[in-house]
């Protein structure tokens, strides 16, 4: 019975050191995050779109999707949204890492659960403007991104703790 016991233990370790370093803050500041900051770069690229084309002449319900078209038309416009959203994703990334404190890379990948939730929901919904290839990219590189973030943070945490050690000095 007891090597059974240990045996289920040891099974589950890898489960239990997952869930120690899980992060329910990190992860939904760091989404939020990501989403928010997403939303806020996008905006003057909206204003851009919407200046170099006259949207006057279309009823009040249309202009939205017209300004949707009109940057998804041109390829200025579609890779200034994706590096914008992939710094945004990084972002998210790095600040739920620094929220968590452990885990860092995995509560970095996980903070992309808002961009792939809202890309999925839009897919199956039939809201989604973007090409479905575009979408699949985008549902792999979000997490990447937030880990990479996170891992940003562990980078800059390691380069603290160094040089507190160097400055530390006995007398």
Request: proline share 4%; net charge positive; glycine share 12%.
């Amino acid at each position: 019975m007891r090597s059974q016991l240990n045996a289920r233990t040891l099974a589950l370790t890898p489960i239990l050191v997952i869930m120690q370093a899980f992060s329910w803050k990190g992860v939904v500041l760091g989404g939020i995050t990501d989403i928010v900051a997403t939303n806020i770069t996008a905006f003057p690229l909206a204003i851009v779109a919407a200046i170099g084309t006259d949207l006057t002449s279309l009823p009040k319900a249309e202009r939205g999707k017209a300004l949707v078209a009109v940057m998804h038309a041109s390829l200025g416009f579609q890779m200034t949204g994706w590096v914008l959203g992939a710094m945004c994703s990084v972002l998210g990334g790095y600040v739920a890492a620094r929220i968590a404190k452990r885990g860092e890379v995995m509560n970095g990948a996980l903070s992309a659960y808002l961009c792939v939730g809202i890309g999925v929901y839009s897919v199956i919904a039939g809201h989604s403007a973007t090409p479905l290839w575009q979408q699949l990219v985008a549902f792999v590189g979000s997490p990447l991104l937030g880990a990479y973030g996170g891992y940003l943070r562990v980078k800059q945490a390691n380069r603290a703790l160094a040089a507190t050690d160097t400055m530390v000095q006995p007398a």
